[in-house]
């Protein structure tokens, strides 16, 4: 991952050969990255924790159980942009946030790490009903890396759904917008492809949340335990990977004409019209595979 946020603002780009250089520690650790990646974490916390739109139950467990979700991904979404859009108002430094993206990825794999030995210890004192099946192999670095426990949750805090959408996907967003804003503060205004790579991408974020229900027919919900695995590629690999494209074109401009704009944009409709008719075709089988 680091390999990749560093090639991406390198002169040459390349993602084959060795980084053009190796960040210090110093340039790595930052107790305000800290503090704002805990702070991140503790908004989307307090977001899922308001009531919901809508409670969904999950796919039956093997003690014939069904756990309750509260479906207010797309809510998380659209108060995290009104509580940015309020910070950027007051004076908000979005355009600052580029900068912080290395130790803001490093305290995110540090958290993660952090949290699946949380998870792994936790395990050990759960039903053996709770345990997923592909995370108890006795092995411990293979336990902890899968993880062993299906749905390790803390009273209705389920910790792997509430990764799987929220402080990965919506940070995602986040990091598009202010690399859009430096862009802005760099060369007078974002490029249109800049902006095309930030609406598509909030497309298909807003789609995931606004289809979050569908998440819980999915193998990571159903068969996957909550591990360094997930935790890792929800809350480090996703937002600071993901973002790459946008990272990239504040580093290196890329101009665009329209005819070539509208050429995007029409391949980008067709994928999305398949990719929303195929999963929501999937979410119907699994849900009832009798259904026509």
Request: hydrophobic share 50%; glycine share 8%; charged share 15%.
């Amino acid at each position: 991952m680091f390999h990749l946020l560093l090639a991406a603002r390198s002169g040459p780009a390349r993602l084959l050969g060795p980084p053009a250089y190796l960040p210090g520690l110093e340039a790595l650790w930052s107790p305000r990255a800290l503090l704002l990646w805990l702070a991140w974490l503790g908004l989307q916390a307090a977001l899922y924790l308001l009531p919901a739109r809508k409670v969904a139950e999950g796919q039956e467990l093997k003690d014939e159980s069904r756990l309750r979700y509260p479906i207010n991904g797309f809510q998380a979404l659209v108060l995290t942009a009104l509580l940015v859009g309020l910070g950027m108002s007051a004076g908000l430094p979005l355009g600052a946030l580029p900068e912080m993206l290395l130790p803001l990825a490093f305290v995110a794999t540090l958290t993660a790490f952090i949290f699946s030995l949380f998870l792994y210890m936790k395990a050990q004192v759960a039903p053996v009903s709770a345990l997923a099946p592909g995370g108890n192999s006795g092995n411990p670095i293979y336990d902890f890396f899968l993880g062993r426990e299906l749905n390790p949750r803390i009273c209705f805090f389920d910790f792997k759904y509430f990764c799987e959408l929220r402080p990965g996907l919506i940070g995602w967003v986040l990091i598009n917008m202010a690399l859009l804003m430096k862009e802005a503060e760099l060369r007078g205004s974002p490029s249109l492809a800049m902006w095309l790579v930030n609406g598509f991408q909030l497309l298909y974020v807003g789609d995931a949340l606004w289809h979050e229900e569908a998440i819980l027919t999915t193998m990571d919900i159903t068969h996957d335990g909550f591990g360094f695995m997930l935790a890792f590629g929800d809350i480090a690999w996703v937002p600071f990977t993901y973002s790459l494209q946008a990272q990239f074109l504040l580093h290196h401009p890329q101009s665009l004409g329209l005819p070539m704009a509208s050429v995007i944009c029409l391949i980008n409709a067709i994928g999305y019209y398949i990719f929303r008719g195929a999963n929501s075709q999937k979410n119907t089988f699994r849900k009832n595979p009798s259904d026509p």
